[in-house]
């Protein structure tokens, strides 16, 4: 039968947190590209490189604004230059697009509101994830009631008793 302890749930659950963790920093510690494929001045830059990386490109699958070199990503990145030479700050020109374009234009969702599930939700289900895997399966256990294993002298001879008592002898 199927059996999973609780060491094993644990131990799971605690070596994919551990995974994602070392993945999750390994992204995070990626250095930024040194050189801008777009003209920016030198004093802008480092807030150009971080409103334009939290931005998601419109026409292209998984890269922002600054990755990209659509179009209308290159429209984005004139209004973010424009903006941050105007003084705005890096809140104002994020409100400005999500103003304009809705949540969906950051890369990552904002923790308020409903949206706090796309944050919550990933982590509730690693960790109570296994330990529902667990008490499903353990609800599920059954316990089999097995008689020992007789020799045949014993069950010829109980078969033996049983027929004389059917004949009534």
């Known amino acids: 039968m199927f059996k999973i302890k609780l060491t094993t749930v644990l131990t799971t659950t ?31 830059q480092d807030e150009f490189l971080e409103v334009a990386g939290d931005l998601r490109c419109p026409t292209c ?20 230059k424009e903006k941050i030479q105007e003084g705005a700050s890096k809140e104002e020109i994020l409100d400005y697009f999500t103003d304009r374009y809705g949540a969906w234009i950051l890369r990552e969702p904002p923790k308020t509101g409903f949206n706090i599930i796309a944050w919550a939700l990933p982590i509730g289900l690693m ?10 399966f353990w609800r599920r256990k059954q316990i089999v009631l097995t008689k020992p294993v007789r ?12 027929l004389s008592q059917l004949r009534g002898v």
């Open 127 to 136: 960790v109570l994830g296994p330990f529902f895997v667990y008490g499903f």
């Open 151 to 162: 020799a045949s002298d014993e069950i010829l001879k109980e078969m033996e008793d049983k």
């Open 61 to 80: 699958v998984g890269l922002s604004v600054l990755e990209s070199n659509a179009d209308f990503s290159v429209q984005i990145k004139n209004i973010v």
């Open 14 to 44: 605690l070596s994919t947190l551990g995974l994602f963790l070392i993945l999750n920093s390994s992204v995070m510690n990626a250095e930024e590209p040194s050189k801008i494929p777009f003209s920016v001045d030198e004093s802008i």
